[in-house]
Nanobody, 129 residues
């Protein structure tokens, strides 16, 4: 499994960015793809998750209403559209995959980093005031 993130950059507060996570090496069918971020001196935290089996999505409270996750299965790519960016959104953004997803209970989302098998190299997002 390989994951390659792109789309990070430097943006002024209030601006937008779209991150991409291009996946390869597995059947883009049953999976969970999560976006995580890590700010300097802080732990890696989950931002958003998409569950392919039903397309269900999860957002951390801090990004709800501002970020949107989506998947283009024809391109094996997951996107994270980020709007109304704020300085506290600054960090390295990683996408991670759990493949195969396997059985899971309704309402379950893999929110912990250890629940994922593969990680991308990360892309830097810097938001300045």
């Amino acid at each position: 499994v390989q994951l390659v993130e792109s789309g990070g950059g430097l943006v002024q507060a209030g601006g937008s960015l779209r991150l991409s996570c291009a996946a390869s090496g597995f059947t883009f069918d049953e999976y969970a793809i999560g976006w995580f971020r890590q700010a300097p001196g802080k732990e890696r935290e989950v931002v958003s998750i998409i569950m392919r089996s039903d397309g269900d999505t999860y957002y951390a409270d801090s990004v709800k209403g501002r970020f949107a996750i989506s998947a283009d299965n024809a391109k094996n790519t997951v996107y994270l559209q980020m709007t109304e960016l704020a300085p506290e959104d600054t960090g390295v953004y990683y996408c991670a995959a759990r493949v195969p997803l396997g059985y899971y209970s309704p309402g379950y989302y893999p929110k912990k980093a250890y629940e994922y098998d593969s990680w991308g190299q990360g892309t830097q997002v810097t938001v300045f005031a």
